[in-house]
């Protein structure tokens, strides 16, 4: 056989071969299509406060203590404004009331603008456990549904006074707060006396 014959043979064995090979790979490609292209994670570049920091500008540092550092157990992200307050309104910007507002129940009585016991207590138990919190104190059982949950603890604190307050301090807590109920409840039956004497 002649060179010209030998050349020939080898280019048509080289594409038989690339044949063999791209049938393989389509074939391939057929039964194991190929994995969708990796997704980018996207990450915002400004705070999620920032809507509401802008005009409460006393807060924009107001992320203090555990809740700046906390992980919001329902969406695994850092926690929000939103996530205690609440999306606003549009008409938000122009003064409606349209976001949780947390009150000392104890302390102050709820204005019309006030939210009951219940609602503000049941955004602070969406991620707080209650056996954990029986658990660490008997009073969140005792208190939870005549008391906010704020009427004790404060939301934005650098350092939170209830945690980790020693015994005796929190047998005083308890004595002052009673004290103080009694006063209130002796002062209000004797203002009722006074209205009902000639």
């Known amino acids: 056989m002649g060179d010209l014959t030998m050349d020939f043979l080898r280019l048509m064995l080289m594409a038989a ?14 039964t194991h299509p190929a994995a969708a292209p990796a997704m980018h994670d996207v990450e915002f570049l400004r705070s999620a406060d920032k809507a509401c920091t802008d005009c409460h500008k006393e807060q924009t540092d107001g992320m203090h203590g555990k809740h700046a550092k ?8 850092p926690v929000t404004c939103t996530n205690c307050h609440g999306l606003p309104s549009p008409q938000h910007r122009e003064g409606v ?21 219940a609602e503000q207590n049941s955004v602070c138990m969406s991620c707080h456990e209650p056996k954990p919190l029986r658990e660490a104190l008997w009073a969140h059982d005792v208190h939870m549904t005549k008391l906010s949950c704020t009427s004790c603890h404060q939301l934005h604190p650098a350092k939170e006074p209830m945690v980790g ?3 005796k301090s929190r047998v005083k807590l308890c004595v002052d707060c009673h004290s103080k109920q009694h006063a209130t409840k002796a002062a209000n039956q004797q203002a009722s006396v006074s209205k009902e004497a000639p």
């Open 17 to 30: 071969m690339l044949l063999t090979s791209l049938q393989g790979q389509a074939a391939e490609s057929a």
């Open 70 to 77: 906390a992980t919001n157990p329902n969406n695994l992200a």
């Open 97 to 117: 009331k349209d976001v949780m507002r947390f009150s000392d129940s104890f302390n102050k009585a709820p204005g019309k603008e006030g939210y009951p016991i």
């Open 165 to 167: 307050i020693p015994e």
